[in-house]
């Protein structure tokens, strides 16, 4: 059995983080939206014999991973490892070899989730490809496990997430275009994100999304980029010059406005009409993509 799967990468038009939680996460309160950047997930799913022992996990399966990137690992600390593992034992399924060969398209480490829709195209392409043997709620319950964006890479779309990002109210989706520049050699893991937002002295001001979703409504551009925010970006920026400098390039080019995506360092601008981003310095990396009204595709 095989299936391809395309897993869209995100960004946040609003994040704000609220506070700390007991379970190491912190409460935020976001407007996530997907866009045409997809990874590629090649996935094959065969009976193996009951004798076989090589490389099974603990519930007797084979889970297998390649891929065309070098910046990712390929064994259990990847999270479509991960996923797939938790899938076999929600389901009690054994005696399965699982392959999964991961297209990158995403930019890794970049704030963008890919990492997080792999994981989430990983448990979707699954389920179909055994019948569709958990429900949508079930595989949210899995994503809920691994890590904050994952249950939103489920939906895709547009949602206002809350908690620390599982809880998930969709909304309409604006039209928008979206240029994001990531610098090639710069890799910002949300960790460190987190740990220097927790740092600093004076937190950003919680404005709450209420605008954001009207606007979102109206489809404006205009007042959808005046009123881009991310926390994260206020405890990022000190440490690292050349986001604000594609924040300024993008601006120049003729984005409305350019904001961080996520834990960084890609960032994105608005823009209407068309975009000349050739000139942009070699070592960064330019796409040019449309906001998205759905998730994971065949």
Known sequence: MKIQVKTPAKINLILEILSKREDGFHEIQSIM???SLYDCLNIEAEEIDS??????????????????????PYDETNLVYKAAELFLQKTRLSGKKINIHIEKNIPV???????SSNA????????????N?????ELHELASQMGSDINFCLE???????SRGEILSKSSTPDLNIAIIKPKNLFVSAKEAYTKYAALSKK??????????????ENNPDKIAKLLRNHLEKAILSDYSEIQEIKNYLIQKGCKNALMSGSGPSVFGIYEGEIDLSDAKPEWECFKVKTINFGIIR
Do not use: C, Y
């Not at 004798?51 to 990712?72: C, F, P, Q, W, Y």
């Not at 480490?109 to 990492?115: D, E, H, K, Y």
């Not at 043997?133 to 709620?137: A, F, G």
């Open 33 to 35: 939206q997907a866009i």
């Open 51 to 72: 004798h076989v022992a090589l490389r099974m996990t603990k519930d007797r399966n084979i889970i297998e991973l390649s891929g065309n990137s070098s910046l990712i």
């Open 109 to 115: 480490a970049a704030g963008l989730a890919g990492g």
């Open 120 to 131: 989430a195209g990983t448990l979707w392409g699954l389920n179909q490809l055994f019948d």
């Open 133 to 137: 043997i958990l429900k949508t709620s």
């Open 156 to 162: 895709g779309g547009t949602n206002i997430a809350t």
């Open 204 to 217: 950003p001001e919680i404005k709450g999304l209420e605008e954001m979703k009207s606007v979102i409504f």
